[in-house]
Structure formats: structure tokens, C-alpha cells
């Protein structure tokens, strides 16, 4: 099976949180053959860590650990380069969403989706707005049934 992760789904695998369960759960269940990730993730995943450090969830040395470890398994991982092709996409969902308050991230996240949807046979995004325009555009957000 091969799968999309936004920076919110894939923070749930290197720190606990609401949501790690479920998310651990569907990799120790399904053979998950490729996991696609938007390179845009190396950027967000740290801020998100620094983010956390900042509000006093983790140490210093916790989010040290976590870009390791992160760093460490990008070899795991199918980055799909942001291309100008992705980023026009990207504009004009803003300009589709932007007033149900899509971002310029995750509409670049949103993007990368829609140009794996041939390729992908699930996408997880921890956020409502996306996970919603997610299926609008006709991405799979649930595991297909076999």
C-alpha cells in the first residue's frame, strides 16, 4: 500500500499525541509499501518541533532527538520535489479554498496530493479543513477496503 502524510499525520509517528494510536496501528496492520511526503515536511516537521520547544512540550534535547531520528529516516521516505507545476496548482486552490481558509502550506501540501492521487491509495492529514478538500478533490482519506 502506498500513502501520502502531511506534517500533521507524520509529527504522530515521532512524538505521542492524539491520533499516534491510530497512526501506528495502520503501519503495524498494512503492508506499507512507499509513504510520500511532500518535501515541503522538512520545513514544517521542524518548525513544528522548534514550535514545541518554544511552548514547553518537549526539551531542547527531545527535539534535538526527534530531527535526528527524523533526519535519519528520510531514507524511508518518497520526498515529491515542490515544482513550479505543484506551486501554480497550489495558487489556484488557494484561490478555489482560500475563503473556506486554506493556507499557503497546506495548500501546497493539498497540491502534492492531488498530483500523487494515480499513485497514492491513501492520504493522512491530522487537519479537518484538508483532510475535507482533500475529499473534495477526490483523494482517498480512509484505508480502501480489500
Not at 495558487?91 to 501540501?109: A, C, F, H, P, W
Not at 492521487?117 to 487537519?127: H, L, P, Q
Amino acid at each position: 500500500m502506498k500513502i501520502f502524510l502531511d506534517t500533521s499525520s507524520l509529527f504522530k509517528l515521532y512524538h505521542e499525541e492524539d491520533g499516534t494510536q491510530e497512526l501506528e496501528q495502520l503501519f503495524s496492520q498494512v503492508n506499507i509499501t512507499h509513504v510520500y511526503l511532500s518535501e515541503l515536511i522538512k520545513v514544517e516537521f521542524t518548525s513544528t518541533i522548534w514550535k514545541r520547544v518554544r511552548t514547553k512540550e518537549i526539551t531542547v534535547k527531545q527535539a534535538e532527538i526527534t530531527l535526528e531520528l527524523f533526519e535519519s529516516d528520510f531514507v524511508k521516505y518518497n520526498f515529491i520535489t515542490t515544482d513550479s507545476l505543484i506551486l501554480e496548482q497550489a495558487r489556484n486552490l488557494v484561490t478555489k479554498y482560500g475563503i473556506e481558509g486554506l493556507r499557503t502550506l497546506d495548500s501546497i501540501q493539498l497540491s502534492t496530493c492531488i498530483t500523487l492521487k494515480k499513485e497514492v491509495d491513501a492520504f493522512y492529514t491530522a487537519d479537518k479543513l484538508l483532510r475535507t478538500l482533500m475529499e473534495r478533490e477526490g483523494l482517498a482519506t480512509e484505508m480502501p477496503s480489500h
